[in-house]
């Protein structure tokens, strides 16, 4: 994609700071999105704190709220705007705030983390090269290396984009515990599967250089999940890679402000513990595991002896039509799978999962699901007799070191 032609084509049309000129020397730009937030200082005062900044930084805040919000929410809105306002900047990192009114039809974290990331990623087209965008989010805290480890990472490795760590406050009655045990069951089920390029996608966690933002078509509006789409186009792009010294820790809260996500799961947890606390079946990874594991001989025209759960998906999405095509449009093997797997992408194994769980292997309570992952996967001593949070403290740990 031609330099220019992702602002005239895809970008937000009106932008925050038409007129600033970005510092000569800046490197990084920490994206907030912020909607009734009450942490929102917390959070810059958590980036503030970041120590061995080896370059320049600026935190652009956009502070939102539909066109028909209630004057209530104006108000927080407000009211988070000059609280902003009055925190000063250090001589490493700048703070920039703006207050926004989006409109009604497509209001929602997806539009404004899209307005900060168009317009920081504008910034460096100014200075006429790349820097680095990185998403936070107004709940958000994070490690005090947590700048320095990116700006590393982006130096140290040429990565092009990549997810930091995540570990959410264990706070034992808000449910967050299994919360949070059931995200990584998923991913690290992902893994056990065979299937590639798995990784979390917390919209905080995301991080990318601004050309390489742009060369892919930026951020979405959606209203949420804009991070789960974001990150299925971009995962699977050259140099992308995890950066574990960098740490957030996202609010265990109730929220209603997205339709789903860690807040409605909370609610979830309060009104109906067990939804909470059961997980996929063990049995939807082993499936997919069996499929992975047979691709090579399907495409050589073979018929191996799939799950039946496998099979009653690949009828309902025709598979093999769709499976000829990409064999006929792919001028080797490396080419056939990368556009196998930018088909049968993130939405499409959770599509799979979804037709799985309906109709031939219900969900389990959480713990069968950990502990058959941890027989096979984990492979963590005394696993059965820990508690739900020092299964946590463990399966961490063993994210951090070994993906």
């Known amino acids: 994609m031609k330099k220019d032609y992702y602002f005239k084509r895809y970008a937000w049309k009106f932008p925050l700071t038409s007129h600033f000129k ?60 000059e609280e902003i306002k009055k925190i000063k900047d250090t001589d490493k990192i700048n703070i920039q705030v703006h207050n926004v009114l989006l409109p009604q039809k497509k209001a929602g974290v997806g539009l404004a983390r899209k307005i900060g990331l168009d317009e920081a990623a504008s910034w460096f087209k100014k200075l006429n090269r790349a ?28 990565i092009n984009a990549g997810i930091v760590s995540y570990e959410h406050p264990l706070d034992p009655e808000s449910g967050i515990i299994p919360y949070e045990l059931s995200l990584r069951y ?28 742009c060369k892919y078509g930026g951020m979405n509006t959606k209203k949420a999940g804009e991070d789960f789409y974001f990150l299925n186009k971009i995962v699977r792009k050259p140099h992308f890679a995890e950066i ?55 495409i050589q ?59 031939f292997h219900p969900n389990v309570p959480l713990e069968i699901g950990l502990s058959k992952l941890n027989k096979d996967y984990w492979r963590i001593k005394g696993f059965k007799t820990l508690s739900l949070h020092d299964k946590l403290i463990k399966i961490r740990a063993l994210n951090r070191t070994t993906q």
């Open 22 to 81: 970005p510092p000569s020397d800046l490197e990084m730009v920490v994206v907030i999105p912020a909607y009734k937030e009450s942490q929102l200082g917390s959070a810059i005062n958590s980036l503030l704190a970041s120590r061995d900044i080896p370059c320049k930084v600026i935190i652009l805040v956009v502070i939102n709220a539909p066109e028909q919000s209630s004057s209530d929410n104006f108000n927080l809105n407000e009211k988070a705007f």
């Open 186 to 213: 998923y991913t690290d089920g992902l893994r056990y599967s065979g299937y590639p390029n798995i990784h979390q996608t917390l919209g905080s966690c995301i991080t990318i250089k601004s050309d390489h933002y």
């Open 301 to 359: 025209g073979q018929s191996p002896d799939l799950p039946e759960a496998i099979q009653g998906f690949f009828n309902s999405i025709n598979f093999y039509q769709n499976l000829s095509k990409l064999l006929k449009n792919s001028k080797s093997l490396t080419s056939f799978y990368k556009h196998f797997y930018d088909w049968f992408d993130y939405f499409m194994i959770l599509k799979l999962i979804h037709f799985t769980r309906d109709h």
């Open 244 to 298: 574990h010294e960098a740490l957030i820790y996202p609010a265990a809260r109730i929220s209603d402000r997205v339709p789903f996500g860690t807040g409605r799961a909370l609610i979830g947890y309060q009104m109906q513990k067990e939804k909470i606390l059961s997980t996929y079946n063990p049995l939807t990874f082993e499936n997919i595991k069996t499929f992975i594991s047979c691709l090579p001989l399907i």
């Open 131 to 158: 820097g680095i965008l990185i998403c936070f989010d107004g709940d958000c805290q994070c490690n005090d290396t947590y700048l320095a480890a990116i700006y590393k990472a982006y130096k140290n490795q040429n």
